[in-house]
Nanobody
């Protein structure tokens, strides 16, 4: 049974940084592409970033490019999202997701495992 557990969310002021972690279990981690999505109140869940397993290639949403960095540690079965220069518009619940693919999917459907989410709130 695949389990993804996010941590690291919180309340910060605009311009601050946060680092989210996602600990994975019940899967062969290095064979999965990993992603981060977020969902703000009243909005649909949206893609934030993805990283594949073989080469560590990454992809970002335009809204976070240059501010967020996705990474993974296959030895620890953990992926991370370093979020710098946070803005109030980044306020959302952030979800970790896993997909059995070597590509970098940006839509929800390829991801078949999801975490419960961690709240990130950025005040102005």
């Amino acid at each position: 049974q695949v389990q993804l557990v996010e941590s690291g969310g919180g309340l910060v002021q605009a311009g601050a940084s946060l680092r989210l972690s996602c600990a994975a279990s019940g899967l062969t981690f290095m064979t999965y592409a990993m992603g981060w999505f977020r969902q703000a109140p009243g909005k649909e869940r949206e893609f934030v970033a993805a990283i594949n397993s073989r080469y560590g290639n990454t992809r970002y949403a335009d809204s976070v490019k240059g501010r967020f960095t996705i990474s993974r540690d296959n030895a620890k079965n953990t992926q991370y999202l370093q979020m710098d220069s946070l803005k109030p518009g980044d306020t959302a619940v952030y979800y970790c997701a896993a997909a059995v693919t070597s590509s970098l999917p940006t839509t929800l459907s390829p991801y078949n495992s999801w975490g419960q989410g961690t709240q990130v709130t950025v005040s102005s």
